[in-house]
């Protein structure tokens, strides 16, 4: 199927100590895109040492051997350009957007910290950024309604011994562990030019990109010992339905759904994406169409995959009960919806409908060379692929209404559902009872980040 | 591109940062304006390589400007203009808005209402066509707006339960005299959103649209399409209803009048308070807009701000605080805010407004002013990437009545504030005396520190006993934001998005999507 988005084109190479440059030329706008991912994210923390990644990116801007405190921030602002990173499971990137004749300072900010981060190290700034992380898990988990449920659903989607169990916030009292020589540790392993992926999108011309990245990021020492992951496999279903209620600080039910889905990269999660547009995507979707507009019961409906490269992803879903709506029918309804996708093959129009939204989508995200460079550093880290920018949709628009059929039938499964329902809060006593078996984690988390 | 002759090596790494290459101009995109015979304005900005096209028709008539008791009517009014029109049923519009590629979209806020849609250029025109039918034939099923109704009294309850909904709406209802629109939520309260019915909602577009202050803007990769030809056989015979309200009025943002207040949300076992400082603030047409934007950028908008700096940066007791002003046809809020672990309550109040009478009492550096300068300057091209972004400023200009050129030379009026003028800024439009302080927190926790701090009459509200204060009826303060303001501001924010703080962007929740409107600053 032909499409109206247009193809990237760049260049892919390597500097002699393992980092991988890559470069797209787009001249519309006087704007570069520079992105670094390092191949760390959350699930290379060991035990006790949770939340380590997320907070190890705060550090990175706390300065390195030529860069003060806060001034990595005040350079980028003051060349007026934008910048932040983020960590997440499988990976933590770093990405600032300049103006174009500000390239040299982006590499610059980038090389010098990644070769002398531990130069500017001190407790000092270590224990500040300490306390904004803790300031950021109350910000985004713990004062929020329904706060806790993206922990819960990796600590019951992931058994205890996975590195996908524990959150990116990770536990407060594993940070409140850390130690400047635990921090210096994790840079020395994982903050290394092999194990990074630099891509420059924008007004820039590729030669002159390649001699300044030998220039700035030359020198820096390869580590050539860095520890390979475990084996992360999981069994493709939980093997059993998990359910647990949460009684939290709302005024309204709401139900999760969580399943165990194919692993980042595998097609059946693209056919899992198509079916979550078929399922969710907008006003014109099965779950709003018949959960808000037609029955009425719910406030709201969503559902979405996160892709990780090992073992397994997650689809996962919500819907918030109206006022005197049981939140059982709402589970019951939700659920229906899921299954009558693996036993109805989606009509002709429903997929060209989603078809056409995701190549819209798709166009609408590259439109931005931030958003390009990510993606190109992304399919490098994860996939050893930066061309998959360009396949990747092509692949979706592949999908076939059988294939949705068949990523249903395996995923939305009863031994494969995770269900946290969260209830107006009860007196103390009543609290956050658990009754399924499975391991309740005793820190929320998440993602992200930032400076 | 070339930064000079051998630069200095540190082991691994030069050590000198590189001077800057040769800017290559950027000039905002030309703009063809004409004017169709029903008087709506339609703007065109072609940007040849950018293939999904925006496109906004705006009306200048918001939620500022509709009576007090069926407030929420103009965003609800929005809402379901997609719910029906008469040749499509909701389901069969979105269904044809899909098949398009295409994200047809309606929104009201303070000051104006908009229908928009991202489309693939391709499919312009037909996407246009849908547009038209929802803006000019809107039928407003009973049964609809019913549920919209609903939805949205569901959504105040929501509102109550989060601690920044819950902080926003306090704040407004603390620092607005009950007569001006702006002590309530955009989208209504309670009381008056339960009043919304068809009716109500038909009369609301009868009000508001008018060919004559619309405007249509266009921008994209629009190849041949002649976009004024198209607007004239789908909009031309668009006639105004004969009732349209007066944009221009002036709008009622009277303040309190209750000097400083700290108000406060009991809210028990609470991990953060959601603080809140301010006061009524500017409206967007003010003489010195680009010296507010600048004093905005250092006080609260730059991540290195003021007040970033010392509550995060210095001391750990937040995420992120930012602060600026809300700018609307009338004088929307000055707003400074943070979330704080509950325990350093007091001592992020008083450090803010140290902050805030800092930047009234002394001159800022001039390694400051550059920073905010040079920032804002500097990201105005990264600002227009997309058709979307350029669309968003026109639209912008025409809510405020704003010429073309407003864009063109807003660099060089960025430039020209110096240090004096941000000192004026600040001393003119900064009421620390006068700012009130809400917050929604463990009052048990910090009561007594807060007593102590001397800051203010302090009123606290606690859900079981409403406030004995009476100066704003529970169900007033209990209003949510309006989903969608951001037809206001386009002036260049501090933050250009979100660089005040910075984090979060892989954040899943974010499909839960908060209200987020245009701030001058943070």
């Known amino acids: 199927m032909p499409t109206i988005v247009p193809t990237v084109e760049f260049t892919d190479t390597r500097l002699a100590n393992g980092l991988r440059v890559i470069v797209a030329e787009d001249h519309l706008a006087p704007v570069v895109g520079i992105n670094v991912w390092y191949g760390v994210g959350s699930k290379h923390e060991v035990p006790g040492k949770t939340g380590f990644a997320h907070l190890f990116e705060h550090v990175m801007f706390q300065g390195s051997k030529h860069v003060a405190k806060a001034e990595h921030i005040a350079l980028v602002q003051a060349a007026g350009g934008t910048m932040n990173g983020t960590t997440w499971l499988d990976r933590t990137n770093y990405f600032e957007t300049l103006p174009a004749h500000q390239l040299e300072l982006g590499l610059w900010l980038e090389a010098d910290r990644m070769a002398t981060l531990l130069d500017a190290l001190s407790q000092e700034n270590l224990d500040n950024q300490r306390e904004v992380v803790k300031n950021e898990k109350r910000w985004s988990y713990d004062n929020r309604p ?120 595998d097609p059946r999660l693209d056919a899992l994406d198509v079916a979550g547009q078929i399922l969710a995507g907008g006003k014109g979707s099965r779950l709003h169409k018949r959960l808000v507009r037609d029955e009425r019961i719910a406030q709201d409906s969503a559902l979405f995959t996160l892709g990780f490269v090992g073992g397994a992803s997650i689809c996962a879903g919500w819907a918030t009960a109206r006022p005197g709506i049981p939140v059982e029918r709402v589970e019951a309804a939700y659920i229906e919806e899921l299954e009558r996708l693996a036993v109805e093959p989606v009509s002709t129009d429903e997929l060209a409908r989603a078809f056409a939204l995701i190549e819209a989508d798709e166009l609408g995200a590259i439109q931005r060379v931030e958003e390009r460079a990510d993606r190109l550093s992304m399919y490098a880290t994860l996939f050893d692929d930066p061309g998959l920018i360009n396949r990747m949709l092509t692949r979706y628009l592949a999908v076939t209404p059988e294939a949705i059929m068949e990523v249903a039938a395996a995923t939305f499964r009863a031994d494969n559902r995770l269900v946290l329902t969260y209830l107006p809060e009860l007196p103390p006593a009543d609290a956050a009872s658990v009754d399924d078996a499975a391991t309740v984690d005793d820190s929320a988390d998440d993602d992200e980040v930032a400076a | 591109m070339t930064a000079g002759t051998d630069p200095r090596r540190d082991g691994p790494v030069i050590a000198e940062r590189p001077a800057p290459g040769t800017p290559r101009p950027y000039e905002f995109p030309a703009v063809r304006s004409a004017r169709l015979a029903n008087g709506l304005t339609v703007l065109v900005a072609d940007l040849p390589g950018r293939p999904l096209v925006s496109a906004t028709v705006i009306m200048p008539i918001g939620s500022a400007d509709e009576p007090a008791d069926v407030a929420g009517a103009t965003v609800m009014t929005a809402r379901a203009l997609g719910e029906g029109t008469e040749r499509y049923d909701a389901i069969a519009l979105t269904e044809a808005s899909e098949r398009l590629g295409a994200s047809l979209h309606a929104e009201a806020g303070w000051d104006a209402m908009s229908v928009g849609v991202e489309v693939p250029a391709s499919r312009l025109e037909a996407a246009l066509e849908l547009l038209a039918e929802m803006l000019l034939h809107p039928t407003f099923p009973a049964s609809e707006v019913e549920r919209l109704r609903d939805e949205r009294l569901n959504d105040l309850l929501q509102a109550q339960a989060d601690p920044r909904r819950r902080a926003d709406e306090t704040y407004i209802g603390t620092i607005y005299a009950a007569s001006s629109p702006y002590h309530r939520p955009s989208a209504g309260t309670r009381e008056t959103v339960g009043r919304l019915d068809r009716d109500v909602l038909a009369a609301t577009h009868a009000r508001i649209l008018d060919p004559a202050t619309a405007t249509m803007v266009v921008a994209g990769d629009l190849g041949d399409l002649d976009v004024v030809a198209v607007a004239e056989r789908l909009l031309g015979g668009w006639q105004a209803s004969g009732i349209s309200a007066d944009g221009s009025r002036t709008v009622d943002a009277s303040g309190a009048g209750t000097g400083r207040l700290v108000r406060v949300i009991h809210r028990p076992g609470s991990v953060q308070t959601e603080i809140r400082i301010g006061h009524p603030g500017l409206p967007r047409r003010i003489a010195d807009f680009h010296a507010v934007g600048v004093m905005s950028a250092i006080l609260g908008g730059l991540f290195n701000s003021r007040l970033n700096m010392q509550l995060r940066e210095a001391k750990g007791y937040t995420y992120g605080a930012g602060a600026g002003f809300d700018l609307r046809r009338g004088a929307g809020p000055f707003t ?7 325990e350093v309550t007091v001592p992020a109040i008083v450090d803010t407004l140290a902050e805030l009478d800092r930047m009234r009492a002394e001159p800022v550096s001039e390694t400051e002013l550059a920073a905010a300068r040079d920032f804002l300057v500097g990201v105005f091209p990264l600002r227009f990437e997309t058709p979307g972004a350029v669309a968003g400023a026109l639209t912008g200009l025409a809510v405020h009545g704003l010429p073309l050129d407003e864009l063109v030379r807003y660099r060089e009026r960025i430039e020209a504030v110096d240090v004096a003028a941000v000192s004026a800024a600040a001393r003119q439009h900064l009421h620390v005396e006068d700012a009130s302080i809400v917050l929604v927190g463990d009052a048990d926790a910090f009561g007594a520190e807060l007593e102590a701090a001397g800051l203010g009459r302090i009123v606290i509200e606690r859900d079981d006993a409403p406030a004995l204060d009476g100066a704003v009826p529970e169900d007033e303060a209990a209003a949510a934001v309006a989903p969608a303001d951001g037809s206001d501001d386009l002036g260049p924010t501090a933050g250009a998005e979100d660089p005040d703080l910075p984090g979060s962007s892989d954040d899943p929740a974010a499909a839960d999507s908060d209200a987020k409107d245009g701030t001058l600053g943070g």
């Open chain 2, 336 to 342: 400074a805010r943070a979330a704080v672990n509950t």
């Open chain 1, 146 to 265: 329904y706060g806790s449920w993206q922990e819960k659903l990796q600590g019951h989607l992931y058994p205890p011994e996975h590195p996908y169990h524990h959150s990116t916030i990770g536990s407060m009292a594993d940070l409140d562990a850390a130690s400047l020589e635990d921090v210096s540790e994790f840079f020395r392993t994982y903050y290394a030019p092999n194990n990074a992926v630099l891509s420059i999108v924008g007004d820039v011309d590729t030669a002159d990109v390649l001699a300044a990245a030998e220039r700035y990021f030359g020198a820096i020492p390869a580590n050539p010992d860095i520890p390979p992951l475990g084996d992360l496999s999981l069994p493709p279903t939980l093997g059993g339905e998990i359910r647990e209620t949460v009684y939290d600080r709302v005024p309204l039910p709401r139900v999760y759904l969580g399943f165990r889905a194919p692993a980042y990269g």
